[in-house]
């Protein structure tokens, strides 16, 4: 059974970071691309961040441009979401999403495995 998990959320100050993990079973993600989203109370879910399988190519959602660093560890099974210099506007539940294709979109509906989600919650 294909499952992703995500952890690493939590609540931090304004300027603070945070890393969320997605980590994958029942498949291996080298053959993946990720995706990262996020959906807010009263929102739409939104794409932040996307991998390809290989993990030499990242796309990000403008607003998190220079903020936040994909990554990907096939050994590990693994894929990150690291989150700095973090806003109160960031604050969303943060999913993660897997594709057994090599280019990657911040696309919710090109994604076809989800984990259930972390809440990241910024405030003072």
């Known amino acids: 059974q294909l499952q992703l998990v995500e952890s690493g959320g939590g609540l931090v100050q304004p300027g603070g970071s945070l890393r969320l993990s997605c980590a994958a079973s029942g498949f291996t993600l080298d053959s993946y691309a990720i995706g990262w989203f996020r959906q807010a109370p009263g929102k739409e879910r939104e794409g932040v961040s996307c991998?390809?399988?290989?993990?030499?190519?990242?796309n990000y959602v403008d607003s998190v441009k220079g903020r936040f660093a994909i990554s990907k560890d096939n050994a590990k099974n693994t894929g990150y979401l690291q989150l700095n210099s973090l806003k109160p506007e960031d604050t969303a539940v943060y999913y993660c999403?897997?594709?057994?294709?090599?280019?990657?979109?911040?696309?919710?509906?090109?994604?076809?495995?989800w984990g259930q989600g972390t809440q990241v919650t910024i405030s003072s």
């Open positions: 999403a897997a594709v057994r294709r090599p280019w990657c979109s911040i696309v919710a509906s090109d994604y076809d495995n």
């Open positions: 991998i390809t399988s290989s993990g030499r190519r990242t």
